[in-house]
Structures are given as structure tokens and as C-alpha cells.
């Protein structure tokens, strides 16, 4: 039964596009610039764009760009007001917003510099004020905005406007929210290194545009887009305010959309069609809504809750919470890689073969471990060939703190054997170090040296989990030896080089992350290249009898009804995995304090995830476990191409 679209969308209070990609989206909003500046153009006029920085714009650049050298687009009569920038930092910093506007845009495109505006961060804080007003001035004299460019933070803000700012408030200095300076920790090589203020154009400001596209890619901006799309406007999810536009459209990939009711809950907003897998997701849900263990739920259960039909279709609700019950027991296992010699027709993963040979892939060093520490444990006790790949050397995320200590270290070995090429090698690199400023970029020789701080890590911390270490490889992938975070591009000589791994194994599973992840971030980007890889090998047999399975990402875990096998671990083996994670020691929490512990590279949030995992089950009604890591089968499919 087809729905109408306002029945799907009626828990909806804007315009949202689900798109089928981040490309879909992105190739929409650049029609719509693109629609603009040429008709201005064509009457003698300018157009005057609202621009955001971070991830979320750069594919949007890109392919803006592409269009200017490719199709002629021109940004001669563009005006360009961008929406913020960090207060302290000028323009050649390289993590000022008027650096990335350069880099990603301005530099390739022929726009005049001076139609080109960005906040300036060095106004002094006696002069921030007017320097705003002059801002807003700007803007209005230039005609105001025709189309705004919007991101979208974890804490729901637009520009710099943070949960509190309300829908009147206009360009200013403000003070940047806590998870918002973690999120930025990896891009200033520490938390500590980011600044606390930024001055940010106002939401009455952005509301001002004509037509405003806020974009969103990624699982992590799920949740907070369902609120802004869902609550009344309010000042504790900025973007909310954006329901008041007459002419504002959210265009977002899939993951983004994952968390809206059409999309999470679909029975509640309308007929559906039932089959095993969203029955599972819809009981699954009822169970936790109502607090209750699977076998516990009752006929008004199902009523109340919008689900009357599919009690209908399956009789009762003691048919149907048995026959989700069982599906749930059948995805715990203790045997990852299958248990030979038994009966595997309810179990996630084959039996044979057995031993298995078992490629576990880790976007950057680390994420296996902090993800399925306990898994690989359990693979790699179960007799299987495990081998674990660290697609980037992960060097980028070493603080300096821990580089100088290898330095140090260095150089005292050295000089214990006196004056020679390794005392001059641990000297030149303590110079390098000195000279490079708090935020130069890292020579070859000093990000070389981080890698291998985190090789010695990783293998550490396979060691601990039974891996031998002989299985840990290091594929330093090319795409993050040349770029930074959000900068990185991916290439042939990436895919070729995860292929050759493919070719060399043959696995019979593989353990991977990145699905739905920002397209920009690395784990996406292993991904993307895993799948290239994959492509590379789309007629060997050894694929098609591979099992891929995912795990989330660091910071998150699936929920059960995405869960297709589920590790439960012991307390012996989770304090183990814990051991291995903090192998790391690079990656230890920005701060010793557990409630500034946020998403990135903390340890603790491991131990909160898995464990909180392993409650869930118990609130289902299933057994009750110390803690579980979860995983996703995932089928590879080839591309249409
Ligand atoms: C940046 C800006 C911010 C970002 C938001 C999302 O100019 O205004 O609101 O849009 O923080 O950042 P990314 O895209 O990096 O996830």
C-alpha cells in the first residue's frame, strides 16, 4: 500500500529530503547554487551565498569546483559571507575557517577576494562588537543572503549558535560548547589546543536568508536531526529555530535520516509491510519502551503502541514475543568464527571451515581493539588465523607529548653508545620537533616516528589478546601519509593496496567499520577503499563464501535490532580487552577526570558501551552477561558500474 507522503512525514515539522546519498544531496544543493548564479549572472546581477566550513560542506566544494573547470559555472559575481570563525585565530592558522574556505573553495574558483567574507577572529575583544555589527552591515548591503549553507553540530548548532542561543540573536562572540571543542580535538591535535570562542553569525541572521539547504551526513548527526526535524522549536536544539523558515530544506544521506520516525518507527506513522526484520526492530522497540522482558509483553502492549496489526497477522502476543525471543537468543554466540562440530542451522556464523582464516580490519590503530577487543580475543583462543590490518598508521592523533618522549628515549639510548648517526638522527628530530610550532604541520621524520609509536601499540595490545603478533599489519594506507583530518582523499593506490591484503588472505571473514559513517572521516574513507577493494576481487571464490561483518566505530554500538551476532563477554575477558585498549597509550582520555570522557579517544567509553550493551540484552529478557560487543552482517554489493 503506497502512504501519502504528509502521513509518512506527519511527525515532521519542516521539510526533510531523505536523499540516497551524501552525493544525491550534495548534487541537489549545488543545482539550486548553481540555478542561481548563472540566472543572476544572466541579468547583470550578484548572487550572495551563506557558506559553513567543516565536513559536511566539502563535498559540496568539490563539487562546485568540479563545475567552475568542468561546465563553466563562474564566481564572478559571486559575494560570499561564511558563517563563522574561531576567535584568536587568523587566516593562515590552519585550522581557521578562512584557511579552509581558501583551501576548499576560493583558491579554485575564480571569485574576486574581496567578495569573499569570513568573521574575522583577530578582531581584539574590545572590538569584536562592532566588528560584528560591521558583519551584519556587510551582509545587508551586499542584498542579504539569497542561499544559506548550513552544517549541523552533535549539540544541534548552526554556525557557532550553541544550545541556548535563541531564534534573535544576531552575529557575536560566543563560547563554544564542551562537545563541540571534543569534536574539534582531532582536527587542533588536541582538545587542549581548541579555541573556547568563536564568533559566529546569529540564527535571526541565518533566518534572514532567502533560501537556506542545512545538510547532514553520518550516523553521530541522527539523533540530534530527528530532534530538530521533531520538537517544537527551542533553545536547547539550535536548528530547531530553522522550522520557522519559510523556504528551508534539510537534505540528508540515509545514516543521518536513520534516527526519524518515518524511518526508525515507521508503524507509527502509518501502515507498513511486515516483514521478519522490521517485526523484530518494532517488538524489540515496544520491549524497551515499555520497560519490559521480551516474554512479558501483553496483548494491550501491541495495541497501545500501534502495532494492533501485526498482532492480528501473528495471532497473539505469546506467538510473537516467542518467535522474537528465539531470533534474538540465535545472534548471541560465544564463537565468532563459527563452533565446528555442531549444529550451526541458529547460529550467525558457519561452522566450516574450521579454522577460519579471519582478516580484522582497523581504520586506524586501535579501533579493533576498542571495538571488538573481546571478539578477537575469543577468534584468536578459538584457534583461528586471525590477522589484524591497520589500514592508516594513525600518527596524526599521536600528541606531541608522547613524541617527545620517544625522542627523549631515543637520544638516551643513542648516547649511551656515544656520538654517531642515531645520537645525530634523535638530535635532528628533537629540532624538528622544537621548530614546528604548536600547530606546524609534522615533518615526514616526526609523523614516521608517531607511527611507529602506535605500531609498537598495536602490537602490544594484540599481544595481550592473543593475536600473534606476526598477524598485525601495518598498511599505512597513502591517502593519510599525505593529508589531515578532513582533508584526506583516497586513491588507487589505497584500494590496490587493501586488495593485495585480500589476495594474500583470502578470508573467510572479514571485521570491518566505517558503514554510515561521515563520508569524510576515516573510518568512511576505509571503508570506501574496502569496498573499491572488494570490486577489485568481485569474481573470486574465495568472496563469495566470505562473511563480512561490521562493527560501529568507536564511540557507539549497534542497537539489537541491528545486531546480527552478539559477543557476550565474561568478566576475566572483558578486564582483558580493557587491558589491551590500554596498550594505547597515546590514545588515553585528553583528561583524567571520567566525566569530561567524551566520543573520541577515550578509554572508558569502551567499557560504558560494551556493558551497557550487555544490559539492554538483560532488560530483553535473555541472559545476563558482564558485557557485549555487537556486530552487523553486511553483504557487499558490486557497484552498478
Ligand atoms: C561551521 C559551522 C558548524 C558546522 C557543524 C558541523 O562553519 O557553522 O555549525 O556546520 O559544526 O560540522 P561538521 O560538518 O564538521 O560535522
Known amino acids: 500500500m503506497m502512504m501519502a507522503a504528509a502521513e509518512i512525514t506527519q511527525r515532521e515539522r519542516m521539510p526533510v529530503r531523505i536523499c540516497a546519498s551524501a552525493e544525491a544531496a550534495i548534487a ?17 546581477r550578484a548572487t550572495v551565498l551563506g557558506l559553513a566550513t567543516g565536513s559536511t560542506p566539502v563535498g559540496l566544494y568539490r563539487e562546485l569546483v568540479r563545475r567552475h573547470r568542468e561546465e563553466g559555472l563562474s564566481f564572478a559575481r559571486v559575494v560570499t559571507f561564511n558563517l563563522d570563525e574561531y576567535h584568536g585565530l587568523g587566516g593562515a592558522h590552519p585550522e581557521s575557517y ?40 556587510a551582509i545587508r548591503a551586499a542584498g542579504g543572503i539569497d542561499i544559506q549553507i548550513l552544517g549541523i553540530g552533535r549539540t544541534g548548532h548552526i554556525g557557532f549558535n550553541e544550545p541556548g542561543s535563541g531564534p534573535d540573536c544576531r552575529t557575536r562572540l560566543v563560547t563554544l560548547d564542551s562537545l563541540t571543542r571534543r569534536d574539534a580535538a582531532r582536527d587542533f591535535l588536541g582538545e587542549e589546543n581548541v579555541p573556547r570562542h568563536a564568533v559566529t553569525m546569529g ?27 521533531a520538537e517544537r522549536p527551542a533553545e536547547a536544539v539550535p536548528a530547531s529555530f530553522l522550522q520557522g523558515h519559510r523556504d528551508c530544506v534539510f537534505l540528508l544521506d540515509p545514516a543521518a535520516a536513520g534516527q526519524l520516525t518515518r ?33 512479558k509483553l501483553v496483548d494491550e502492549d501491541y495495541a497501545e503502541n500501534g502495532m494492533a496489526d501485526l498482532l492480528t497477522a501473528h495471532g497473539s502476543a505469546y506467538h510473537l514475543n516467542i518467535a522474537v525471543f528465539n531470533e534474538t ?91 654517531g648517526p642515531e645520537h645525530a638522527h634523535a638530535a635532528d628530530l628533537q629540532r624538528q620537533l622544537e621548530t614546528k610550532g604548536a600547530f606546524g604541520e609534522d615533518s615526514r621524520d616526526i609523523r614516521r616516528l608517531k607511527a611507529l609509536i602506535r605500531r609498537g601499540e598495536a ?112 568478566p576475566d575477558e572483558f578486564e582483558n580487552k580493557l587491558h589491551g585498549i590500554y596498550q594505547h597509550q ?56
Not at 575469543?378 to 620517544?406: E, I, K, M, W
Open 263 to 295: 524511518v526508525r518507527h515507521p508503524w507509527l506513522v502509518g501502515p507498513v509491510a511486515w516483514d521478519a526484520a522490521l517485526t523484530r526492530r518494532a517488538v524489540l522497540w515496544l520491549a524497551r519502551k515499555t520497560g519490559k522482558a521480551l516474554l
Open 28 to 44: 541537489e544543493a549545488a543545482d539550486a547554487v548553481e540555478r542561481l548564479i548563472r540566472e543572476r549572472a544572466a541579468a547583470g
Open 98 to 137: 578562512r584557511r579552509f574556505m581558501q583551501e576548499q573553495l576560493f583558491d579554485h574558483v575564480d571569485i574576486a577576494a574581496e567578495n569573499t567574507h569570513v568573521p574575522d577572529g583577530r578582531a581584539p575583544r574590545d572590538k569584536v562588537f562592532a566588528a560584528c555589527r560591521a558583519y551584519e552591515e
Open 459 to 570: 602490537r602490544a595490545s594484540s599481544r595481550l589478546l592473543g593475536v600473534d603478533v606476526s598477524g598485525v599489519r601495518f598498511l599505512d594506507l597513502p591517502f593519510y601519509e599525505a593529508g589531515r583530518y578532513r582533508r584526506f582523499r583516497t586513491g588507487e593506490d589505497d584500494a590496490a593496496a587493501v586488495a593485495a591484503l585480500l589476495a594474500e588472505i583470502r578470508p573467510h571473514q572479514v571485521f570491518a567499520t566505517g558503514f554510515g559513517h561521515d563520508p569524510l572521516s576515516v573510518p568512511a574513507l576505509c571503508f570506501t577503499v574496502l569496498h573499491e577493494a572488494l570490486e577489485r576481487h568481485r569474481d573470486a571464490d574465495w568472496l563469495c563464501a566470505c562473511n563480512i561483518w561490521l562493527y560501529r566505530g568507536p564511540g557507539a554500538e549497534w542497537e539489537p535490532q541491528e545486531v546480527d551476532m552478539a559477543v557476550p563477554l565474561s
Open 329 to 419: 537468543q540465535h545472534t548471541i554466540t560465544g564463537w565468532p568464527g563459527g563452533k565446528p562440530d555442531a549444529d550451526d542451522s541458529h547460529r550467525p556464523e558457519r561452522a566450516l571451515p574450521y579454522p577460519k582464516r579471519v582478516l580484522v580490519l582497523a581504520p586506524e590503530p586501535m579501533d579493533d581493539v576498542y571495538c571488538m577487543g573481546g571478539t578477537l580475543h575469543r577468534l584468536a583462543n578459538q584457534g583461528h588465523a586471525v590477522t589484524v590490518a591497520c589500514l592508516t598508521s594513525g600518527n596524526l592523533a599521536v600528541p606531541d607529548t608522547d613524541l617527545r618522549r620517544a625522542i627523549e628515549l631515543l637520544g638516551e639510548a643513542a648516547a649511551g653508545r656515544g656520538a
Open 586 to 641: 597515546t590514545q588515553r582520555s585528553q583528561s583524567p577526570s571520567p566525566e569530561k570522557n567524551g566520543s573520541g579517544n577515550t578509554w572508558n567509553l569502551a567499557s560504558k558501551l560494551n556493558r551497557a550493551a550487555a544490559r539492554t540484552y538483560d532488560g530483553l529478557g535473555l541472559a545476563e552477561y558482564e558485557a557485549i560487543e555487537c556486530f552487523r552482517r553486511w553483504r557487499f554489493q558490486m557497484s552498478a558500474s
Open 203 to 229: 540564527i535571526g541572521t541565518i533566518l534572514e536568508a532567502r533560501r537556506i539547504f542545512l545538510l547532514a551526513w553520518s550516523e553521530a548527526k541522527a539523533g540530534v536531526l530527528a530532534r530538530a526535524v
